[in-house]
């Protein structure tokens, strides 16, 4: 499975982005596709994630309110809407997905998003 991750920029704080993460392979055999982030000098941390065949959701403390995760079926691609972004917000965003309960088991290559204060 390869993930294509993209929709990354630099954005004035309390502006928008919509990040987009396609799929190889057909997504009927995902269990969760997630997206966590990586800051400089930090350890990459959970942002969100949707449980595939039931889309419920689950999101960082410190997103909550702020980012959406959604999904496209037709489209074997998952994305995070961000609005009213911070500078804290400023990371590598990266996607993944897990075919079941553990670990995610493969990861896209990451998008910049950097916020200006």
């Known amino acids: 499975v390869q993930l294509q991750a993209c929709g990354g920029g630099l954005v004035q704080t309390g502006g928008s982005l919509r990040l987009s993460c396609a799929a190889s392979e057909r997504t009927f055999s995902y269990y969760y596709m997630g997206w966590f982030r990586q800051a400089p000098g930090k350890e990459r941390e959970f942002v969100a994630a949707?449980?595939?065949?039931?889309?419920?959701?689950s999101y960082a403390d410190s997103v909550k309110g702020r980012f959406t995760i959604s999904r496209d079926n037709a489209k074997n691609t998952v994305y995070l809407q961000m609005n009213n972004l911070k500078p804290e917000d400023t990371a590598v965003y990266y996607c993944a997905v897990k075919l079941n309960s553990g670990a995610y088991d493969y990861w896209g290559q990451g998008t910049q998003v950097t916020v200006s204060s």
């Open positions: 949707i449980r595939w065949s039931v889309a419920s959701t």
